[in-house]
């Protein structure tokens, strides 16, 4: 999957199926507030997973969604306290369905 950070916590994905790193460990991104997934294609839902992923070797994966249909044309907002512990877990996405989609963390 291809993913193409665009500016600060603001993505591009244009690929499918394989999970992508969106935020790696370590980065001091974990304080987010909100994440918009934007389905961008004309015709077919994006169907995206959110994942937390532990990489100390746990094997404690965290999903935020999972398997979750973004119709064609419509942004999917996840609002709240959606923080997390940069220093041993990364966000990854996967999606199986439409692209483009833009990923904005905040």
Known sequence: MAVTEVTYN???VTGTESAATLIPVE?????INSISICNQHATDAAVVTLILDDVIGSSNSI????IVSIPAGVTLVLDGNVSFDNSIHELKVTNTG???LSIIAR
């Open 10 to 12: 603001a993505f591009n």
């Open 27 to 31: 980065k001091g991104r974990g304080g």
């Open 63 to 66: 999903h935020i969604i999972n």
């Open 98 to 100: 439409g692209i483009p």
